[in-house]
């Protein structure tokens, strides 16, 4: 089937704009590659330092040059659910490596903050953030150059981004990310949006509220709804850089264990010593970065990953904008209904046929890229394949050709919605996105007044006191990377979602974010330039008339142009955000980051910069 013209008009502009920076990035990493792959060019002092706390078996191992020495880097803490199943990994991987004359090492940690946990809290604050801080470290765990292939353990929000950006600044080393699957299927997420918006109008207490978090969220494992964690795994399959149908399942299984224990068979196999040597560098290119895309459009997966993706092909020396998203996004029909933009959790839609089918579907109707190469060895056809256990045996078989519940999942043929789920704003309040996949059509469309607030722990008070029972725009500005971090607005959700329930217009304009799970209120997010570095959104007053029209991609505030240019921009005092829980430490990164459309990435623009400051000297 050939590639459908606009996928492979967006692949190839992204290709061509991105020319010049791709090809330094393939120069560094074979640059790299040539100063040595792994331990044999350390001195004898480096190498005795590198194994020192090994056992006589894998100590005698890594002496020997012609064997593979894995570097594991993990999100492990047992705090958070999605990270307490990596736990068991190492050991795992390690005897498998064993198993293969081969070895592994634990290289290194990362933090793994969950957005659950500091929602609304000034922890949030650092939410963002902690994404650069994992590509560093993950960059810290990685320069020992002990290691001729690397495992990224790694799940949630901010991680899986974190550790991609840092593994591509080691891209002549091969990868392969490893999940830890979904917790099992808990209280339903339609009853536990019910119980929040009656603890928001004061109709039930904290002791029920909590009760229904705790029956929701449970045990070990990722969240089930469909936010940025899950979105992370289908991007990852999606790009081939997990094994074909690892993403949902659950951990704590034979069939999790198996999964793991052949991912690290499968990175001695991919190293240089394995004999079948694929760096990440030549793995991921623009058609894997257009795939995954592609796969967050289909599903409607999170808004972050607008912010993410972004600084993740950059990583890798490419060049990709929100017009990209926009222009496929035309084209990629909506296939899944996974909460908030249903009521199933990703539990079901693995049942339904999960990944298999839609990445089966998507390639049948030649809406994905098949050509790329991935750390199973073939192409996007191998991951139409389902893995089981037989005989005790991992295995993989033809996955469903047809949805087990099209409630849940369905062919491109017959699709929720012809249009993917994430969609670009433009207009004289900046650029935004906006998740449509879970707003009903008759409210993509929302023009009322603006009620202003330069924090979101006002807003409750403005809801409690009955002053937004009307049409109305909330506008929540300073809330973008230089202002404070960008934190997460979720738990405006409930209280914008009582006001849409009595009836009235209720749309939101931030340019800070919402969660992976927003949900039925149209929201604006990402509004760049951000109002605290000169901004539109700083020029909004009280009361001013805002249109969102999700339909046609327009945000304006309907003022008079003359006006509207020669008003001053508001400021606000941004004090409170500077102290506290840590936040002091981060002044540095909220002074050098960039724009959200650029990535929110505090790094610069890796090969972009060098060749700015290449045509400077010229």
């Not at 974190?162 to 591509?168: E, K, Q, R």
Request: with cysteine.
């Amino acid at each position: 089937m050939a590639v459908h013209e606009t996928v492979s008009r967006v692949t190839q502009r992204i290709r061509e704009r991105s020319r010049d920076r791709r090809a330094l990035y393939e120069r560094h990493m074979q640059d790299q590659y040539r100063r040595g792959v792994h331990r044999g060019e350390l001195s004898c002092g480096n190498l005795a330092h590198g194994f020192a706390a090994c056992g006589a078996e894998d100590k005698n191992q890594l002496k020997m040059m012609n064997s593979a020495n894995l570097g594991i880097v993990s999100s492990y803490n047992d705090m958070l659910s999605a990270h307490q199943p990596f736990a068991t990994f190492p050991e795992i991987i390690k005897e498998a490596a064993r198993n293969m004359g081969s070895t592994a090492q634990f290289a290194g940690g990362v933090p793994a903050m969950c957005d659950g946990v500091t929602q609304g809290q000034p922890g949030m604050e650092l939410s963002l953030f902690s994404r650069d801080v994992i590509a560093m470290a993950t960059g810290v765990a990685l320069s020992h150059n002990m290691f001729d292939a690397t495992l990224l353990l790694g799940i949630c929000d901010k991680i899986v981004p974190g550790l991609f950006i840092g593994t591509a600044r080691f891209g002549h080393l091969p990868a392969i990310f490893v999940p830890g699957g979904p917790m099992t299927s808990g209280l339903p997420n339609k009853e536990k949006a019910r119980v929040r918006q009656l603890y928001t109008e004061g109709k039930v207490g904290r002791e029920e509220l909590l009760e229904a978090e705790s029956q929701s969220y449970h045990g070990p494992g990722t969240c089930t709804f469909y936010g940025t964690a899950n979105s992370n795994q289908l991007m990852m399959e999606m790009m081939g850089l997990h094994l074909p149908g690892a993403s949902f399942v659950n951990p704590y299984t034979p069939l999790r264990d198996a999964l793991t224990q052949y991912a690290a068979e499968q990175a001695v196999r991919n190293s240089e010593p394995g004999g079948s040597y694929r760096p990440f560098w030549q793995q991921i290119d623009e058609k894997a970065i257009v795939n995954a895309v592609i796969g967050l459009l289909a599903s409607g997966g999170s808004t972050n990953h607008t912010l993410h993706l972004v600084a993740m092909a950059g990583a890798v020396g490419l060049t990709l904008t929100w017009d990209d998203f926009t222009e496929l996004s035309a084209v990629i029909p909506s296939l899944t209904r996974i909460y908030p933009n249903g009521q199933a959790d990703v539990n079901h839609f693995q049942a339904a046929g999960g990944m298999s089918f839609l990445i089966r579907t998507l390639l049948d109707a030649g809406l994905l890229h098949e050509d790329i190469p991935t750390v199973f060895g073939g192409s996007m056809r191998d991951y139409t394949k389902e893995p089981f256990l037989k005989d005790g045996k991992l295995v993989w078989r033809e996955g469903p050709t047809e949805s087990m519940d099209p409630d849940v999942l369905r062919p491109v043929s017959d699709p929720f919605s012809p249009t993917g789920g994430l969609t670009v704003l433009d207009g004289n309040l900046g650029r935004g996105v906006i998740k449509i996949s879970a707003v009903q059509p008759e409210h993509r469309v929302v023009e009322a007044p603006v009620r202003l607030f330069s924090d979101q722990g006002q807003l409750k008070a403005a809801f409690d006191a009955g002053e937004l029972d009307r049409d109305i725009v909330v506008v929540v500005r300073f809330q973008g990377p230089r202002a404070n971090g960008m934190p997460e607005l979720h738990q405006l959700t409930p209280y914008l979602g009582v006001l849409q329930d009595r009836g009235y217009k209720v749309a939101l304009v931030t340019d800070g974010r919402m969660s992976g799970a927003s949900g039925k209120v149209p929201a604006a997010i990402h509004l760049s330039p951000e109002a605290v570095d000169g901004g539109p959104l700083a020029r909004l007053k009280e009361g001013d008339v805002v249109r969102l029209d999700a339909n046609k991609g327009e945000l304006n505030a309907l003022v008079d142009e003359a006006e509207w240019q020669s008003r001053e921009l508001a400021t606000t005092h941004l004090e409170d955000y500077r102290y506290g829980m840590g936040r002091e430490l981060f002044a540095g990164f909220r002074s050098q980051v960039g724009r959200a459309e650029d990535g929110a990435a505090t790094f610069g623009g890796f090969e972009a910069q060098e060749l700015i400051e290449k045509d400077g000297q010229a």
